[in-house]
C-alpha cells in the first residue's frame, strides 16, 4: 500500500493544494514561509494528537471572508444548509493505492466503500468542520453586519472554533464523492501511523547543561518493545531489562528502605503519630521508563576507559545519530502494532542542520536503504511499508535526489497568498523535455545551484560576468534609489554560457521564477566563399550564433538567428513570463554595438577605457582590440571589480537588472487587511484580559 496523493484545504497557506507522493522519499523544496512547515504540522495535528483540534490562526486568511459570508447569510434568514456551505471547514484528503491481489487489508477495509472491482484506490477525509446543530452558537452575541459587529464576530471566532468544531474520519468513494461513510478516529489511526523528526531537535552544543536526547529516544524504543504485540526479539531484550530492574527492586524494599526510613524526622517529638494515626514509611519503585528517559545518557567511547558525555561529539555527528535513532524507533514501532499491514510516512525536517554537505548528499540517497535494511535485518525479509517526505533548504540534498522526486512550493505573489505545489514528475514527463531534463539534474548535481529557493535569479555567460555581477547590481541600485532595490532582494546568480541557457526555460517557467538572462550577441558571418559561420564585429554580423537568443526567439527553426531581427527587438520583445533576456544594444545616442560582455562595459566608459576613432565603426573596432582574451576575462574582471571601479554598467544590463527589480515579493493588500483584521481583533482580546486582570488585582 502507498499513498498516492494527499489534497489539503483552508490549512494556513495550504489554501486548495494536492501532493503527490513517490513510493520512496519526496523531497519538498521551495523559498521560505512557502507552507512546506504546514505540511508536517497539518498531519502532525491529525496523526499525532489524541483529540485533533485547529485554531483561527490555522485556517486560511482567505476563510476570514468565508465566515463574513456566512454571517451575512445568516442575516438575510437564508437556510442553515446555505449557511454551512460558506463556513470554511479544513480538509485533508488521502488517496491510497492497495494492490488488488491482497486477502487481508487490515484496517483499510473500513475505508473501502466502493463496489468496483477494477478500483484499487481508498479515499480518506478528515474534515474539521462545525459541529451539527452549533450554526446558531457560532453567531451567538453578534447583533446586525455592522462593522463593529463583524470586528466582534471575528474576534469570537478565537474561541468558538475549538470548542464548536470538531474532526470527521470520512470514508469517500473515489468514483462518486457524495457516497460516503463516518469512521471512528481510531481505525483511521490504525491505517496510517506517521513519524516526525522536527527541525529543532534539541541537539544544541551545550556542555555546561547536558542535553541527553539520545537516553529518551532509548526509554521511547523500551515503551515499544514491551508493547504486547512487539515482536519477540524486542520483547526478549526488554524482559532481560525489567528482570534486572526487578531483582535492584526487592534489594531497595528491603535493605535500602530500612535505612532510608532512619532518614524520616522525629516526628513523635510533637505527638505524632497518635493513637489514631499512622505511621510514617518509605517505599521506593523503580521505572525502567523513568530510568532511560531521565537517568540514561549515551556516551562516545575514546579509549583507555574514557567516554565522553554526549554534547561532546560534533552537532553533525549526533544529529545524524538521533536521525538514525528516531528512524528505529519508527520501525520498531511499526513492528509492534497488532493490524500490521498498515502503512507509515515520515515527516524529516531540515535533515541538513549541522551536516557536512557530503553527508547532505548521502543522507538522502541512502534514505530509503535505511529502511530496507531495517526490513531485511530485523523483520525477516518482510517490506516496512514507509514513505519518506523530506523538506529542506539545502541545495546539496535538493540536487542529489532524484529529479521527479521534488515537489517544489511556490507562494503566489502580489495575490491571494497561498501556496502551489509544483510537481516536477507531472511537469518534465513529455518526450520532448527530456534532453532538458537530463541537462537540468546534471547540472543541479554538479553545481549545487540554489534555483529551489531563491527570489529571483540571473543566468550569466562566464567568469566575468560572475565576477562582476555584485557591482553591476550595486551600481544599477543607485542610478535611481526610488526604484525597487535588486541588491535588497533574495537573488541566485548561474553561470550557464550561451550554448545551455535555453535549456533553463521550461524550468524557470515551472518554478515561477523571476529570471534574468544575461548573454551575449556572438555575431557571426559567412564570407563569399565560404562553407560556414565564423565570429566577427556586430556591424559585420549577419546572423547570431547564440543558442539561447534563437530558442527564446525562434525555436524549432533551423540554422543562426538573424541578427538584424535580434537587434530590432524592443524591451517588450525580450520578455516571456517571467523571464527576461539581455544581451548587448547601443548606449544612448550611438550605434557601436559590443559582441561580448567586456567589448559592452568599454563601449559604455569610452573615456575609461581610451577607446579612439572617428566614427561609430571604428569606435567598435577600438572597443574590439582593447576587449581581453578568453584566458585574459578572469584578470579583466578582477581589475575592475576591485581596483578601477569608476565605470558605468552598460545599457543592456542596466535596462535587464532593473527590470528584474521589479515586483519584488510582498503580499497583496487584500492579504494585508485580512490578517490586519484578525491581527486587531486578537489585540482587542489581551487588552481586554489585561484590563479585567487590572481590575481583580486592585
Not at 488488488?100 to 477495509?109: R, V
Not at 527492586?249 to 499512622?278: C, H, I, M, R, W
Request: glycine share 4%; hydrophobic share 35%; charged share 25%.
Amino acid at each position: 500500500m502507498k499513498i498516492k496523493t494527499i489534497q489539503i484545504q483552508n490549512f494556513r497557506l495550504l489554501k486548495n493544494v494536492t501532493l503527490s507522493l513517490e513510493d520512496n522519499t519526496t523531497v519538498i523544496v521551495g523559498r521560505n514561509n512557502s507552507g512546506k512547515t504546514s505540511l508536517t504540522e497539518v498531519f502532525r495535528r491529525l496523526i499525532g494528537d489524541k483529540n485533533p483540534s485547529f485554531s483561527l490562526y490555522d485556517f486560511s486568511i482567505v476563510s476570514i471572508d468565508g465566515f463574513k459570508k456566512a454571517l451575512h447569510a445568516k442575516f438575510e434568514g437564508k437556510e442553515d444548509s446555505e449557511i454551512r456551505s460558506y463556513i470554511p471547514s479544513i480538509e485533508v484528503k488521502i488517496t491510497i493505492e492497495y494492490p488488488k491481489n491482497t486477502d487481508d487489508l487490515g484496517s483499510l477495509g473500513d475505508f473501502i466503500i466502493d463496489l468496483d472491482i477494477d478500483s484499487n484506490t481508498a479515499v480518506i477525509v478528515i474534515q474539521y468542520a462545525l459541529k451539527d446543530g452549533k450554526i446558531n452558537a457560532l453567531f451567538d452575541g453578534i447583533a446586525d453586519e455592522s462593522e463593529t459587529s463583524i470586528k466582534n464576530f471575528i474576534k469570537s471566532l478565537k474561541e468558538k472554533i475549538p470548542s464548536l468544531f470538531e474532526t470527521k474520519i470520512i470514508a469517500q468513494d473515489p468514483n462518486d464523492e457524495t457516497n460516503i461513510s463516518i469512521i471512528e478516529y481510531s481505525r483511521f489511526k490504525s491505517v496510517i501511523g506517521a513519524g516526525f523528526i522536527n527541525a529543532q531537535r534539541g541537539l544544541d552544543d551545550v556542555t555546561h547543561s547536558e542535553k541527553d536526547v539520545l537516553g529518551k529516544v532509548l526509554a521511547q524504543l523500551f515503551k515499544t518493545s514491551n508493547a504486547a504485540s512487539a515482536p519477540p526479539d524486542m520483547k526478549e531484550k526488554s524482559d532481560a531489562i525489567q528482570n534486572i530492574v526487578n531483582e535492584i527492586q526487592e534489594k531497595v524494599d528491603t535493605d535500602f528502605n530500612e535505612e532510608l526510613n532512619k532518614l524520616l524526622p522525629a516526628l513523635n517529638l510533637f505527638g505524632y503519630p497518635g493513637l489514631s494515626d499512622p505511621g510514617l514509611s518509605t517505599e521506593t519503585t523503580l521505572n525502567v521508563v523513568n530510568i532511560l528517559d531521565s537517568h540514561t545518557k549515551i556516551r562516545y567511547k575514546q579509549g583507555d576507559n574514557l567516554f565522553l558525555p554526549e554534547t561532546y561529539n560534533g552537532l553533525g555527528s549526533r544529529n545524524l545519530i538521533y536521525i538514525l535513532f528516531q528512524l528505529f524507533e519508527f520501525f520498531r514501532e511499526y513492528q509492534s502494532r497488532p493490524i500490521s499491514n498498515a502503512l507509515d510516512i515520515i515527516f524529516i525536517e531540515e535533515p541538513e542542520a549541522h551536516l557536512h554537505p557530503q553527508m547532505q548528499q548521502i543522507f538522502i540517497k541512502k534514505l530509503h536503504e535505511i529502511a530496507e535494511k531495517f526490513s531485511e535485518t530485523l523483520n525477516d525479509g518482510k517490506h516496512w511499508p514507509v514513505q519518506f517526505v523530506v523538506t529542506t533548504h539545502s541545495t546539496h540534498i535538493a540536487n542529489e535526489a532524484e529529479f521527479e522526486a521534488i515537489r517544489y512550493f511556490l507562494t503566489s505573489k502580489n495575490e491571494q497568498r497561498e501556496t502551489t505545489i509544483k510537481d516536477l514528475r507531472a511537469e518534465f514527463n513529455q518526450e520532448d523535455l527530456r534532453t532538458d531534463k537530463e541537462f537540468l539534474h546534471k547540472y543541479l548535481t554538479l553545481t549545487k545551484c540554489d534555483l529551489y529557493f531563491a527570489d529571483k535569479a540571473i543566468l550569466i555567460e562566464g567568469i566575468a560576468e560572475r565576477i562582476m555581477t555584485p557591482l553591476l547590481i550595486s551600481k544599477t541600485d543607485t542610478i535611481n534609489p526610488a526604484h525597487p532595490q535588486l541588491g535588497l532582494q533574495y537573488v541566485t546568480v548561474i553561470e550557464v554560457g550561451g550554448a545551455y541557457a535555453h535549456h533553463f526555460y521550461k524550468f524557470l517557467d515551472f518554478l515561477e521564477l523571476r529570471s534574468l538572462i544575461i548573454t551575449d550577441l556572438d555575431s557571426v558571418s559567412k564570407p563569399d566563399g565560404a562553407t560556414s559561420y565564423s565570429s566577427c564585429l556586430v556591424k559585420d554580423g549577419s546572423h547570431t550564433s547564440n543558442a539561447g537568443i534563437k530558442n527564446w526567439f525562434a525555436k524549432d527553426t533551423e540554422g543562426y538567428y538573424s541578427l538584424a531581427e535580434c537587434i530590432a527587438r524592443t524591451s517588450e520583445n525580450k520578455v516571456s513570463g517571467s523571464r527576461r533576456i539581455a544581451y548587448q544594444i547601443a548606449e544612448e545616442g550611438k550605434t557601436a554595438i559590443g559582441r561580448s560582455f567586456e567589448e559592452a562595459l568599454i563601449l559604455a566608459n569610452r573615456d575609461h577605457f581610451g577607446v579612439t576613432g572617428t566614427n561609430e565603426n571604428e569606435v567598435e573596432e577600438s572597443a574590439s582590440s582593447k576587449s581581453p582574451s578568453d584566458k585574459k576575462k578572469a584578470e579583466f574582471a578582477l581589475k575592475y571589480a576591485l581596483e578601477h571601479t569608476t565605470w558605468q554598467p552598460p545599457k543592456y544590463i542596466i535596462e535587464g537588472l532593473q527590470w528584474l527589480a521589479d515586483k519584488p515579493n510582498i503580499p497583496a493588500d487584500d492579504v494585508v487587511d485580512a490578517i490586519q483584521e484578525v491581527v486587531e481583533a486578537d489585540l482587542e482580546t489581551e487588552i481586554e484580559s489585561i484590563q479585567e486582570q487590572s481590575q481583580l488585582e486592585n
